[in-house]
Every structure is written in structure tokens, then in C-alpha cells.
């Protein structure tokens, strides 16, 4: 079934950096824009970065830019994070998504990866 | 950026309720609107997509409707399983931003 798996969270201090993975199956991952999505402790919901399917264009929230990086191996059906210079705000949970072109709408998640930011 | 200003914040109903979410952007967005649910502890789900396409598997209880810069999710008929928080979402363009959510709790 269409499924997508995190993984890579775990706790890191401030300033450090953590590589975030994202396996996808079920689908034809190189058909599809994928995303991340970031949910702090007792929050909202956070849109922080998508790439489109093939040609590598990103997009990133201005919490984020300059120090997250989303990538993808089409190859490998894998989606990204490298999240450089840690703050204590990054603290959330991290969820990827599959997105679809005509409304970019975000129809199948994964159940998410928790990253903690603390000395 | 485009603003989503969601409301209520919170709501209590009883089973059966008719209960109705809105959502207002910053800006006009044509119909680049989507609702998602969230149950504690899960991840979202999406339930309306381009303001009022209903998302396969999802119970037609839910709709979607736009009204210029303001879109309302409306569940016809309350049931358990939908008390939950519900995220609305702009994707007119980057960056994407959610409304602030509305948890929907028992009466």
C-alpha cells in the first residue's frame, strides 16, 4: 500500500545537525512533489520545504532557509532533510508528505520522526 | 505571505451536531484551500482538497465551500470519531501556511 516511513530523529544540541529520512513505497515516487512538515510540542502545524519530482526546484519557509536542505534519490524512493545549526525552535516533530500538482494538496503522510534540540 | 486566520480556535458539540469551521485568507487564493484532520498523536489526514473536493475515503459528513476569501469545512453530522483538530491549509503558491487549528470536543 501507498505508504511513507521517517526516520533520523533523535535528540541533538543546539548548533548540531541531524539528517532526516523519508522511504516511500506503494507509488511512483518520481511522479510526485514531496514535503516536509514540522508540529512543536503542543502546536500547530508548519509547512517548512517542498521539491518538486524531477527537476530539484525548492522552496523553503524563511524559519528554515539558509539551514534545511530537502533533497531526493528517485532511485532509492527516498526524500531528505539535512538540518544544519539546530535551534531549540526546531524542537517538533517532523512529518514528511506526498503532494499532489493540481492543488498541491498533501494526500499521504508519514506518521513522523521526532527531533529534540536541547543541551 | 498569505495569512490563514482559522476559527473558532475550539468548539464543543454533541454527537449529531452540525458543526462549521471557517477559514479566511490575507489574500485571494482561488480555490488553493485544504482541510486536514488530526487525531492526538497521529499524523494529519487530508479531508478536502481545492476547497471543496472530497478526498477519497472520506465520509460525505464533511464538506468544502468557498466564498471569496473564506472557506468553510462543514460536518453535516457529528460523529465520535470525528472529534479531532482540524487544520486548514493555503497552497497558492510557497510559502504554504495552515490556519492556527480547531479542536472539536465533546459536549
Known amino acids: 500500500q501507498v505508504q511513507l516511513v521517517e526516520s533520523g530523529g533523535g535528540l541533538v544540541k543546539p548548533g548540531g545537525s541531524l539528517r532526516l529520512s523519508c522511504a516511500a513505497s506503494?507509488?511512483?515516487?518520481?511522479?510526485?512533489?514531496m514535503s516536509w512538515i514540522r508540529q512543536a510540542p503542543g502546536k500547530g502545524l508548519e509547512w517548512i520545504t517542498y521539491i518538486d519530482s524531477r527537476s530539484g526546484h525548492t522552496n523553503y519557509a524563511d524559519s528554515v532557509k539558509g539551514r534545511f536542505t530537502i533533497s531526493r534519490d528517485n532511485a532509492q524512493n527516498s526524500l531528505f532533510l539535512e538540518m544544519n545549526s539546530l535551534r531549540g525552535e526546531d524542537t517538533a516533530v517532523y512529518y514528511c508528505?506526498?503532494?499532489?500538482?493540481?492543488?498541491?494538496?498533501?494526500?499521504?503522510w508519514g506518521k513522523g520522526t521526532k527531533v529534540t534540540v536541547s543541551s | 505571505d498569505t495569512q490563514m486566520t482559522q476559527s473558532p480556535s475550539s468548539l464543543s458539540a454533541s454527537i449529531g451536531d452540525r458543526v462549521t469551521i471557517t477559514c479566511r485568507a490575507s489574500q485571494n487564493i482561488g480555490n488553493f484551500l485544504n482541510w486536514y484532520q488530526q487525531k492526538p498523536g497521529k499524523a494529519p489526514r487530508l479531508l478536502i482538497y481545492a476547497a471543496s473536493n472530497l478526498q477519497s475515503g472520506v465520509p460525505a459528513s464533511f464538506s468544502g465551500s468557498r466564498s471569496g476569501t473564506d472557506f468553510t469545512l462543514t460536518i453535516s453530522s457529528l460523529q465520535p470519531e470525528d472529534f479531532a483538530t482540524y487544520y486548514c491549509?493555503?497552497?497558492?503558491?510557497?510559502?504554504?501556511?495552515f490556519g492556527q487549528g480547531t479542536k472539536v470536543e465533546i459536549k
Open positions: 506503494g507509488f511512483t515516487f518520481s511522479d510526485y512533489y
Open positions: 491549509q493555503h497552497s497558492y503558491g510557497t510559502p504554504s501556511t
Open positions: 508528505a506526498r503532494v499532489r500538482s493540481t492543488y498541491l494538496h498533501m494526500d499521504v
